[in-house]
């Protein structure tokens, strides 16, 4: 024969002391993230509606002149087309960078000169205190790597 057997019948006991459940809700959580988002308004809005002051130029201005100055693959210069011994260039250099119209230099060097030329000619751009140069005519170089 077969026993059967009865079902276990847990008894529940009262919570004893510090152990007895919390019948709120925890609202710290939802604290902490009110306090993140507040901090986070505080600092998002004033960025949004702050102003930079911008001292542009009038748009009425002509466009600055542009001197272009060439190196060929001998190492031999141009300025504007007109060729320029090298040591006529720290002089054109300085007289450009005194222009109060404050021209572009535009730099267009060979494929084939040496870098050392193209190297020292940059210094002495750098020494000469142009700011405003740009280098041209590179899109030949575009697929070089």
Do not use: Q
């Amino acid at each position: 024969m077969t026993e059967v057997r009865r079902p276990i019948r847990m008894r529940w006991l009262p919570p004893r002391g510090d152990f007895a459940p919390i019948a709120t809700i925890n609202t710290t959580p939802l604290i902490d993230v009110m306090l993140v988002l507040l901090i986070m308004f505080i600092i998002v809005i004033p960025v949004a509606s702050h102003k930079v002051p911008l001292d542009l130029p009038p748009t009425d201005r002509a466009p600055p002149p542009v001197h272009r100055l060439d190196i060929a693959a001998s190492g031999a210069l141009a300025w504007d087309g007109a060729p320029l011994p090298a040591a006529a260039l720290p002089a054109r250099l300085a007289a450009m960078a005194a222009d109060p119209d404050r021209p572009v230099l535009h730099l267009n060097a060979a494929a084939e000169a040496r870098y050392g030329e193209v190297d020292r000619i940059l210094a002495e751009i750098g020494r000469a205190r142009i700011s405003r140069m740009g280098l041209v005519d590179n899109r030949r170089f575009a697929r070089a790597f």
